[in-house]
Each structure stands twice: as C-alpha cells, then as structure tokens.
Antibody, heavy 121, light 110 residues
C-alpha cells in the first residue's frame, strides 16, 4: 500500500535547524510530488510548500521561503524538509503528504504520520 | 486568520445529517478545486473529498462534497460516533500561489 513514513521527534534550541525525512513506498516516487504541511499545537493546518519528486522544482509558502529547503532523494524515495533559524512559533507537528506532479493539484493523499518538532531553550 | 472560512463547530445526533461550509473567494474556491480532510485528534489528516466532489477509494458514500461559486460544502449522512473529528477544507489560491486551508470545524456527534 502507498505509505509515507516520517522521522522521529525533534527538540531544538532557538536559532538551530531541523531536517525531517519522509520515506515513500508503494508507488513510483518520481511520478508524484510531496507537499509539507505543519500544525501548531491546537491550531489548524498550514501549507509549507511543494516539491516535484521528478524535477526537484519547488514552491514555498511566502512566509517561510527564506528559511525552508525541500529536497528529494530519488534513489531512496525519500523527501526532506529543512527549516533553519528556528523560533518558538515553529513548534508544530510537521506532515509530508503525497501531492500531484504539478503544483496546483491541491489535494494530498496519503499523509505521513507526522513529526513533532519542539523549539525551546 | 484563515483564508478559507469554516464554522468552528457543528453537532448532530447519531444517524442524522450534517453539513460543514467553507467560504472563500474567486482566487481560491471560485476558480479551483476544493478538498476536504478528516483529522481525528492525535492522528494525521485523511483525505475525504478531492476535486470538490470526488471520493477516494475506501471513503464511504456517506461523505459528499459540493461547490457553488466561492463556497463549498461537506455533507455527512448517517452520522456515527466515529465521525467525531476536526474537518478541514483546502484549495489552491491563484493569487497567493499557495494552498490555503480553512480553520477547521469540530464535529460532535451527540
């Protein structure tokens, strides 16, 4: 079955960086994209950006574009999301989800299990 | 403040029907498809509806989606206690060049 498995919980200090991985299985990785969404405690969903697994083309949310980098490794069918200069308001559960091969498809299925990133001094 | 507007909560009795609204603008819902997600607390979101009114395989036909103008609606019939969750709408926004979500609606099955 199609599945996305994410890396484990992270605790970081303000100013540090975090890199979350998302390993895909059950489908041809390069024929889809990966979207990243985060959810702060008790809050709603926030779209972070998209990457084409085939071309590596990316589109980031405007508020994050200076601090986030999304990459893929087609040999291991793994997507990565790195967020730099972490702040306390970056504390959230970070999800990867399978997206379309083009940017504007706008729906995600399935989702990874989520990775909790806590930013605290 | 979310770009798409949903009611914070809805409730209904088991077996009844409920609808959840999602209001946007011409830059998102008005000219793009809407998707709906179910999130049971502590778990990842799950796709319920895509392209405004299509159900992925495995999603029961008790769940339906519709769109009219700049608003969309999720309908759930034959409510079950297992339907208690948060529900989110989402759409591509052509002006923002980003996916936007509603703030979420908490469904309580009384």
């Amino acid at each position: 079955q199609v599945q996305l498995v994410q890396s484990g919980t992270e605790v970081k200090k303000p100013g540090a960086s975090v890199k979350v991985s998302c390993e895909a299985s059950g489908y041809t990785f390069i024929t889809y994209g990966i979207t990243w969404v985060r959810q702060a405690p008790g809050q709603g969903l926030e779209w972070m950006g998209w990457i084409s697994a085939n071309t590596g083309n990316t589109k980031y949310a405007h508020k994050l574009q200076d601090r986030v980098t999304m990459t893929t490794d087609t040999f291991t069918s793994t997507a990565y999301m790195e967020l730099r200069s972490l702040r306390s308001d970056d504390t959230a559960v970070y999800y990867c989800a399978r997206d379309g091969p083009t940017l504007t498809r706008g729906w995600f299925d399935p989702w990874g299990q989520g990775t909790l990133v806590t930013v605290s001094s | 403040q979310s770009v798409l507007t949903q009611p914070p909560s809805v409730s209904a009795a088991p077996g009844q029907k409920v609808t959840i609204s999602c209001s946007g603008s011409s830059s998102n819902i008005g000219n793009n498809y809407v998707s709906w997600y179910q999130q049971v607390p502590g778990t990842a979101p799950k796709l319920l509806i895509y392209e405004s009114n299509k159900r992925p395989s495995g999603i029961p036909d008790r769940f339906s989606g519709s769109k009219s103008g700049t608003s969309a609606t999720l309908g759930i019939t034959g409510l079950q206690t297992g339907d208690e969750a948060d529900y989110y709408c989402g759409a591509w926004d052509s002006t923002l060049s980003a996916v936007v979500f509603g703030g979420g609606t908490k469904l309580t099955v009384l």
